[in-house]
C-alpha cells in the first residue's frame, strides 16, 4: 500500500483496478481522457485495456465482457454517451453478468465540451443506477461499489463525475499492484443475450420492478448523508456539495443533504431527511435533476416543502457552481451574512481577452492558410470537426464555419454541397476524427455523388485530449508496434476520386494541391501530414530581422501566430513560443523573416 | 497547517508542475493536499489557474473568493485577473514580463506596467522578472522552477527550501535537473 497523489480521474483508474477490473476501453474526451492512460500506466496482471476507434465500440467491448462475467469499465466524455447510447439503451434491457461500470464525465461550464448535459437524465432515461462522485476520495470508492452494484442487479451501472472532480488532485492509498479478477467466461444463452421484442417487454417490467428494490438499498448507502436539523434544508450533488460544505462547516445546525445515488432515487432516505423541513435549496450543477426529483417525491406524498433551486430562478441554470456561488446562493437561502474578504480591487486595469488559439508552429495553422489562400475570391463553405483544430475559427484565419460534433465535419459539407453546388465545401477532420467517425461520412459522399473536398489533418496524435494514439499511429495501449492504418488507403478504397498527401508546412505544395482538388470533380480529399509540434519538439526558430521590417504586419495580420507580436511597429518573434515553421517567413513580403 | 496558494499564468507557461511540485512537497510534509488545473482546449494560450489548498480545512477544488494566502503569478495580467481570489493580507509574487495576447488590436500598447504598478498598491507583493532570471539558463521555460524558488525563499509557502528541492528533483527530468536546480536557487536568492 502507498500514498499516491492522483487526479479525481486517476481515482477512478485505481479503484477499478482495485476492484479487479478486467477489461477497460474507451475514446479519449476531456474531462475523461486520464482515466484511462492511469489504468495503463500502473502495473496491473490480467486486465485488458484498450482506446477504442470510438464510444460505441468501446461501449460494445466492454458489453462482452460482461456477458463472459468479467468486470468491464468503458470511460467517455458525456457527448460520448451519445455515440454510445444505441448500444447503452439495448444493453440496459439486456443486462450484464459480471460488473459493467460506464464512466461518463460531464462537463459543466462547459469548459471543454459542445453541450451541458447531465448524464443523470441518461441513467434515468435508460432505467440504470448512476453515482455521483463529490471528490476524487469518493469517486475512488464510488467505482468499486458500482461494480458491486452492477453484479448483484445484473445491469450496468452509470459513474457520472464532473470536470471539477475528474481533474483535482487528491491523495488515494491503494495496493501497488493489481490483479484482474478473472471471469467464468460466455455461457451461451440466445433467450438471455438476443435482444426481441419480447426479451425488451419481460425484462422492462422486472427493471422497473428492480429500481424500486435499488432505490431502497441507495437509502442506507454511505454516499447518502444529512447532518443538522433546521427547518430549511441544502441538498447538493457532486463537486456542488463539496463547495457547500465549505460554507456550511461554521453552521453545523444547517441541515445539509448530500445525494451520491441520484438514480434511482435514494426515496425513504429523502423522505426521513426531510421531515420537519419547510424549504429545501438543491444546490446542482447542470440539469435541475435534484430538484425536480424532489418535486415529484413532495407531491406524491403531499408535503408541504417549498422546493428552490434552478426552477424557482435560485440557481443559475448554465454554467459550473463554485466556491463563491455556493456562497452567494447559499448565504441568501439561509439569511447568513455575507463578508468581503478579498482586497479592494477598484480601478484595476482591464485584463486583455485571451481566447485559446492553435499553438505557435501548430501544423492546421498552415493547412487552413493553404486553403484560404487557394481559395481566395472563390465561394466555399468550411465545415470544421471536434478537435484542437476547431480553433481554426479564431481571427485572423477564420477558417471554420460550422462545427457540430464529431465526424459532422464531412457530412455537413455533403449536405452544402448538395443545397450549394456553386460553392466549394470543404470538411476538415483530424486523423483521430477520421477514424472515430468520418469514414461512414466519406462512404456517404462518394455513394450520394456529392462534389467536395475532405481535408484530413493528420498530426499522427489525438493531441486535444493529451495525444493519445489512435489507428493510424501504430500504437495501442497493450502491444508492441500494431499496423498503422492507412488513412490514404481507406479513402482510395472507398472511391474517393482524387487522395493527395502534402506537409502543409509546404506551402506552395499545399495551395496547388488544394487548387487541384477543387478543379476536379467528385469527392476528393487532401491529406496535411505533419507532425503535432507538442509531440516532435523542434530547435529551430525564426528571427525578424528589424533593419528589412518595414512594419506592414502582414504576418500578424495573417496568420495569429501566438509566437509573433508587436514592437515599436515592427514585428517580434518570441523565441521561447517559435518552432521555426517558417510560415509567417513564406508570407513575408520584404523578406525580414528568416534563420530556420 | 491550512495555506490556500493561487497558481495563475497564461497557457504553456508551465503553472501545472509548479503547483505540482508544491502540493507533493506540502504532502511529504504530512499535510492533506488538494489541487486543481485548467486542463483542455482553454490551456491553449488561455488564462490558466492551479489551486492549490494544503490543510484538512479545504473540502472543495477551488478556492473560493479573497481566500488565497498567496498568488503566484507568471504574467501581469493574469495575476490582475485573478487578484480577487487573494486574502485581504495575502501576499502576491508575479513576473513582471507580459505576454502579449495575440489579436493584433490588444497586444498594442499592453506591457505589463500598470498591472504592476496596480498590484504594488493593493498588495504586499514581490515583482520578479523572468527575462532576467532566467537569462542563464537560456529560457524562461525555466521561469516555474525559479519562482518556486523566490516562493520557497521568502516563507509563504510555508514549507522548508530543502522539501521543496527534495520534490523538483523527484518530478523534473534528470536531463534537466542541473539547470532546474540552479533556476529555484536563483530564485530562492530573490525571495530570501
Known amino acids: 500500500m502507498s500514498k499516491k497523489y492522483v487526479m479525481g480521474n486517476g481515482a477512478i483508474a485505481l479503484g477499478a483496478l482495485s476492484a479487479g477490473v478486467d477489461l477497460v476501453a474507451g475514446y479519449p474526451g476531456t474531462p475523461s481522457s486520464e482515466i484511462i492512460e492511469t489504468v495503463a500506466k500502473y502495473p496491473h496482471d490480467g486486465t485488458y485495456v484498450e482506446w477504442s476507434v470510438n464510444e460505441k465500440a468501446a461501449m460494445e467491448v466492454a458489453a462482452a465482457a460482461a456477458y463472459c462475467g468479467a468486470r468491464a469499465m468503458v470511460t467517455m466524455k458525456q457527448v460520448g454517451l451519445n455515440v454510445a447510447s444505441d448500444p447503452l439503451m439495448s444493453l440496459a434491457y439486456v443486462g450484464v453478468k459480471g460488473g459493467m461500470v460506464v464512466v461518463s464525465a460531464d462537463d459543466p461550464g462547459p469548459i471543454s465540451s459542445q453541450t451541458e448535459q447531465d448524464t443523470r437524465r441518461f441513467a434515468e432515461f435508460a432505467r440504470i443506477p448512476v453515482f455521483d462522485p463529490s471528490s476524487p476520495e469518493e469517486a475512488f470508492e464510488m467505482v468499486q461499489d458500482a461494480f458491486a452494484c452492477s453484479e448483484k442487479y445484473k445491469t450496468p451501472v452509470i459513474l457520472r463525475p464532473t470536470t471539477r472532480v475528474d481533474h483535482a488532485y487528491a491523495s488515494i492509498d491503494t495496493s501497488d499492484t493489481f490483479t484482474a479478477k478473472g471471469f467464468e467466461g460466455f455461457v451461451k444463452d440466445s433467450k438471455k443475450w438476443v435482444i426481441f421484442p419480447r426479451l425488451s417487454y419481460q425484462n422492462h417490467a422486472v427493471i422497473e420492478k428492480r429500481n424500486v428494490e435499488i432505490g431502497e438499498e441507495f437509502s442506507s448507502c454511505r454516499f447518502n448523508t444529512v447532518t443538522g436539523s433546521s427547518q430549511k434544508a441544502v441538498v447538493a450533488t457532486g463537486v456542488s456539495y463539496a463547495y457547500a460544505r465549505e460554507l456550511l462547516k461554521d453552521h453545523p445546525e444547517v441541515r445539509f443533504i448530500k445525494v451520491g445515488t441520484p438514480h434511482p432515487l435514494p426515496e425513504s432516505f429523502l423522505l426521513k431527511a426531510l421531515e420537519g423541513v419547510t424549504e429545501v435549496l438543491c444546490f446542482e450543477e447542470l440539469s435541475p435533476y435534484i430538484e425536480e426529483s424532489l418535486l415529484k417525491l413532495i407531491g406524491r406524498h403531499r408535503l408541504n416543502i417549498t422546493v428552490r433551486g434552478k426552477l424557482s430562478g435560485d440557481v443559475p441554470h448554465s454554467g459550473e457552481n463554485d466556491a463563491d456561488s455556493a456562497k452567494t446562493i447559499i448565504s441568501r437561502f439561509l439569511g447568513l451574512e455575507l463578508t468581503d474578504s478579498a482586497p479592494d480591487l477598484t480601478g484595476a486595469p482591464q485584463p486583455p481577452a485571451r481566447p485559446p488559439v492553435l499553438c505557435a508552429g501548430c501544423p492546421h495553422r498552415a493547412s487552413f492558410y493553404a486553403v484560404k489562400r487557394a481559395m481566395k475570391g472563390k465561394k466555399a463553405y468550411f465545415c470544421g470537426d471536434i478537435g484542437c483544430y476547431t480553433l481554426g475559427n479564431a481571427m485572423p484565419l477564420d477558417m471554420v464555419d460550422t462545427c457540430l460534433c464529431m465526424g459532422a465535419g464531412i457530412t455537413m459539407a455533403q449536405g452544402f454541397n448538395h443545397m450549394d453546388s456553386d460553392a466549394v465545401a470543404f470538411a476538415f477532420t483530424g486523423d483521430s476524427t477520421f477514424f472515430a467517425s468520418g469514414i461512414t461520412g466519406v462512404v456517404n459522399a462518394v455513394y450520394n455523388a456529392a462534389d467536395m473536398i475532405v481535408c484530413v489533418l493528420d498530426n499522427s496524435t489525438t493531441a486535444m485530449t493529451g495525444h493519445q494514439p489512435h489507428p493510424g499511429t501504430g500504437r495501442n495501449l497493450m502491444s508492441a508496434p500494431v499496423d498503422k492504418i492507412s488513412i490514404e488507403k481507406i479513402l482510395l478504397a472507398v472511391g474517393v476520386k482524387k487522395v493527395l498527401t502534402v506537409d502543409p508546412l509546404d506551402l506552395d505544395a499545399a495551395v496547388a494541391a488544394v487548387k487541384d482538388c477543387a478543379e476536379t470533380k467528385g469527392v476528393k480529399a487532401i491529406i496535411f501530414k505533419s507532425p503535432c509540434v507538442a509531440i516532435v519538439k523542434s530547435d529551430k526558430r525564426c528571427k525578424v530581422d528589424a533593419e528589412k521590417c518595414v512594419g506592414c504586419l502582414r504576418c500578424i495580420r495573417e496568420i495569429g501566430c501566438p509566437a509573433l507580436s508587436v514592437q515599436d511597429g515592427k514585428a517580434v518573434i518570441d523565441s521561447n513560443l517559435c518552432t521555426g515553421c517558417g510560415l509567417c517567413a513564406k508570407l513575408c513580403p520584404t523578406g525580414a523573416i528568416g534563420g530556420q | ?192
Do not use: W
Not at chain 2, 27 to 43: D, K, L, P
Not at chain 2, 61 to 67: M, N
Not at chain 2, 81 to 110: A, C, H, M, Q
Open chain 2, 1 to 192: 497547517m491550512n495555506k490556500d496558494i493561487m497558481i495563475c499564468g497564461v497557457g504553456g507557461q508551465g503553472t501545472v508542475l509548479a503547483s505540482r511540485i508544491i502540493a507533493a512537497s506540502a504532502m511529504n510534509e504530512g499535510n492533506a493536499a488538494h489541487s486543481a488545473e485548467t486542463i483542455g482546449m482553454a490551456q491553449r494560450g488561455g488564462p490558466v489557474t492551479s489551486h492549490v489548498r494544503i490543510g484538512d480545512e479545504a473540502s472543495s477544488p477551488l478556492i473560493p473568493l479573497g481566500g488565497a494566502d498567496l498568488l503566484i503569478a507568471f504574467e501581469p495580467s493574469e495575476a490582475v485577473r485573478n487578484l480577487k481570489y487573494l486574502k485581504k493580507d495575502g501576499f502576491v509574487i508575479v513576473n513582471s514580463v507580459p505576454v502579449k495576447p495575440t489579436s493584433l488590436g490588444s497586444s498594442e500598447g499592453y506591457d505589463g506596467k500598470a498591472e504592476i504598478a496596480f498590484i504594488r498598491s493593493v498588495c504586499d507583493c514581490l515583482v520578479v522578472d523572468s527575462d532576467a532570471l532566467c537569462a542563464p539558463f537560456g529560457s524562461s521555460k525555466f521561469f516555474n522552477v525559479a519562482v518556486l524558488g523566490a516562493a520557497a525563499g521568502t516563507g509563504r509557502l510555508g514549507l522548508s527550501v530543502e522539501t521543496v528541492r527534495d520534490q523538483i528533483v523527484k518530478t523534473v527530468p534528470e536531463r534537466f535537473l542541473e539547470k532546474n536546480l540552479a533556476a529555484f536557487e536563483a530564485g530562492l536568492k530573490i525571495g530570501e
